[in-house]
């Protein structure tokens, strides 16, 4: 039973009739564990790979993925655990290991290195340094 997919060394730059394109290669396609779309031209993260609830390796190194904020996506993935977005243009922003591992703290292996819990340290620090907790805005009746 195949629970991985390899699409990497392509030229994908989208991932349309991807959820067509895997249900026909795979019997059980919810069962997919692993993804590898690395070295293709994608240039943000799909929400489609955030439908594989048992996805749990993802790689997506080397591609062209432009905003740290396509990460936020991958939170939803209960199982993910291993991770790689190095050589896309988001590992140039300032904070770009410690935002994943705050974004996904779930994760254990981030561009083939170990998180560590001096990482995960590092991680929070950072993140009460640059991340602003959303207000929440009471609404008041007035009669």
């Known amino acids: ?12 730059n989208d991932l349309r009739d991807f959820n067509h394109v895997v249900s026909q290669l795979l019997e059980h396609p919810e069962n997919l564990a692993w993804i590898d779309l690395s ?13 594989f ?4 390796v993802l790689y997506l190194h080397g591609n062209s993925i432009q905003h740290l904020g396509e990460v936020n996506k991958l939170a939803v993935l209960p199982r993910l655990r291993s991770l790689t977005l190095h050589g896309n243009p988001i590992e ?13 703290p779930r994760i254990t292996t981030f561009d083939f290195s170990g998180v560590t819990k001096a990482d995960r340290t590092t991680a929070e620090v950072w993140k009460r340094m640059n991340i602003k907790p959303k207000k929440v805005r009471v609404k008041h009746n007035v009669s």
């Not at 070295?39 to 439908?51: H, Q, S, V, Y």
């Open 39 to 51: 070295f293709n031209d994608l240039t943000c993260i799909d929400p489609i790979l955030t439908t």
């Open 53 to 56: 609830f048992n996805l749990s």
């Open 92 to 104: 140039e922003e300032k904070g770009y290991r410690q935002y994943v591992l705050c974004t996904l």
């Open 1 to 12: 039973m195949t629970q991985s997919l390899w699409l990497n060394n392509n030229v994908l």
